[in-house]
């Protein structure tokens, strides 16, 4: 395919699934250049009203006609060729693609973009490297898997050659991207439903690094072994961040608050940089933070517009996102939904006040949970209780072989109180009997597991 987003302003553009984070992004930033843009979802939501405000034409539900009028259809991997509007759009000829490519395409057309890979941390880097671009007046384009209150939800089109965005690895989608600068945060084992194994994951983010040219740059986490693998045979500049001696860029000096967040200094290269504060809870952040730092400089953007954006950044939507407190218990939500992320954020919950720290953990596909259920078994440690309902099943049928009891039954073998409840509505009633003040709750999962917390908030007191 070639785009040109200002060549091709005529055309009538559908999205399939136009409510996804990643697509209305897309959707959103076609409208500002002028575009008739159209698209489809299987539910309405805060995010198809914003776009239907600001001009798109919005379906709910799948259907043949959405697509009558379209001259190009850009769909999301989640959508199979069973879709009545693919089969529409293929019977009449009609330009596909899918949302990776097309975000290329967009991509292709900035001079200075930036793409943030890794398997955790990406949505909460990219919000930061968001923030401090736009502080230091660059005017980028910025597309971000999570609403971010400094742009006003999850897309900011702008002016300038400068844009930034989130590298999804599944099913290999960021091998469609043009990065200049691309950042390898970590690389661990998931999506098992589409990578073999994690050499496997490991080839696919060394293709991503050898996408960025070698006027360009590649940053990446020293301290991670799979990621300094992928980055063996690049062309492109290489830039190293981490805690360990002899990365380019070193935290040094780590303390939290008594809210877990993070202050160090940044050295590069041995010499003192200055130092920084996050308000942002959790190690992992540091890591980001550190990230962003290192891509900042790249753009000589001085040191007091990233400390003050640090400042400033108290975290996307659904990243260890407080919501509310009721009767002295505290709601905290996190999209956690990988062995490794739930580590981190647990570990993050227990610099923050509490006396009991709950977790409300929903499981996110069955491919995910059954291979890798060891590391599932093991994750839970730093909670006092957890509770476990069904399995999002996503993009999966559930074929019977692993469910949330099971996993339960796993968790508790490793000494942690884990019970699985089934609906929300029983969670909610067993969390407003045993829950105490000072208690702290964590609903965490990449599905719905949110509405617990908010349940828990609407009906305590009650």
């Known amino acids: 395919m070639d785009f040109d987003i200002e060549r091709d302003k005529n055309l009538k553009v559908h999205f399939i699934g136009i409510g996804g984070i990643s697509m209305s992004g897309l959707a959103e930033t076609l409208l500002h250049h002028g575009y008739k843009v159209s698209g489809s979802d299987a539910n309405k939501s805060s995010i198809t009203d914003r776009l239907a405000k600001k001009g798109a034409k919005i379906n709910i539900g799948h259907d043949s006609q959405n697509v009558k009028d379209a001259d190009l259809i850009v769909y999301t991997a989640a959508v199979k060729w069973d879709n009545p509007e693919l089969i529409e759009g293929k019977a009449k000829g009609i330009k596909i693609v899918d949302r990776a490519e097309f975000l290329g395409q967009i991509m292709k057309q900035y001079k200075y973009s930036v793409a943030v890979s890794g398997t955790h941390g990406k949505t909460t880097t990219t919000s930061l490297i968001s923030i401090i671009m736009k502080n230091a007046e660059l005017d980028p384009t910025i597309m971000v898997g999570g609403e971010l209150d400094a742009i006003g939800g999850n897309v900011r089109p702008g002016k300038s050659p400068y844009f930034i965005t989130e590298a999804c690895e599944y099913v290999e989608s960021f091998l469609s991207l043009y990065p200049y600068v691309g950042i390898i ?41 799979n990621s300094l693998k992928a980055c063996q045979s690049i062309d492109a500049r290489l830039i190293t961040f981490g805690f360990s001696e002899g990365a380019d860029w070193v935290a040094k000096n780590i303390e939290y608050d008594e809210k877990g967040c993070g202050s160090f200094d940044a050295y590069f290269k041995g010499q003192l940089f200055g130092p920084f504060k996050l308000n942002v809870p959790g190690k992992h952040n540091v890591y980001n933070s550190l990230s962003a730092i290192a891509c900042a400089r790249i753009f000589d953007i001085d040191i007091e517009t990233i400390q003050n954006s640090f400042l400033e950044f108290y975290g996307t939507h659904r990243r260890f996102e407080k919501i509310g407190e009721k009767c002295g218990v505290v709601v905290i939500d996190d999209y956690a939904h990988h062995p490794t992320e739930i580590k981190a954020t647990l570990a993050a919950a227990k610099n923050y006040p509490h006396k009991k720290i709950w977790c409300v953990f929903q499981p996110h596909t069955y491919s995910r949970t059954i291979k890798l259920l060891d590391e599932f078994s093991c994750a839970f440690n730093d909670a006092d209780e957890l509770i476990l309902t069904d399995i999002y099943a996503a993009r999966e049928l559930d074929t019977g072989e692993i469910n949330s009891s099971k996993l339960a039954d796993m968790i508790v073998s490793q000494g942690v109180n884990a019970k699985y409840i089934k609906s929300f509505d029983d969670i909610v009633t067993y969390l407003k009997d045993n829950t105490a003040e000072g208690d702290v709750i964590i609903t965490m999962g990449a599905g719905d597991v949110y509405k617990t917390g908010m349940l828990f908030l609407e009906k305590s007191g009650q």
Do not use: C
Not at 210 to 221: M, R, T
């Open 185 to 225: 945060l970590n690389v661990d084992s998931d999506h098992l439903d589409y990578y073999k194994d994690i050499n496997h994951i490991i080839d696919a983010f060394t293709k991503f690094a050898k996408l960025v040219p070698k006027d360009g740059y590649i940053i990446v986490n020293k301290d991670d072994e």
